[in-house]
């Protein structure tokens, strides 16, 4: 039994890292994606870790109530579809654009200082 509950959190914790392209741990993974989740989704996320750690222990895993487990994972799986594919890799691609384009200008600008301070402008 407690074997398909970890199953099931490393299924969620897979889909996680497929639609928001995420890496590391569980912990790691719900903290980068504030802003790209809900704050209700983050908050049950952060049980899922809670809960993860306590299957590794028999004692305190007999603790846990399995239905809510599965009831958050399928909460999380219901966010993580209505997200786009590739979205966050396509934002991700235009921010990395946009901030070369702010660095070329700012170099042609400063070149233009420099032209103009020595008087070949």
Known sequence: ?????LTRIERTEALLAERLHLRGRLADKLASARGRLPRAALAQGRE???AKARLANPATARDLDPRRIEATCAMLDRHLAAIPEGKFRRRDRSALIGLAAIRVLIVIVLF????SWRGLI
């Open 1 to 5: 039994m407690h074997d398909a509950t």
């Open 48 to 50: 899922l870790v809670d």
């Open 112 to 115: 233009a200082v420099i032209l």
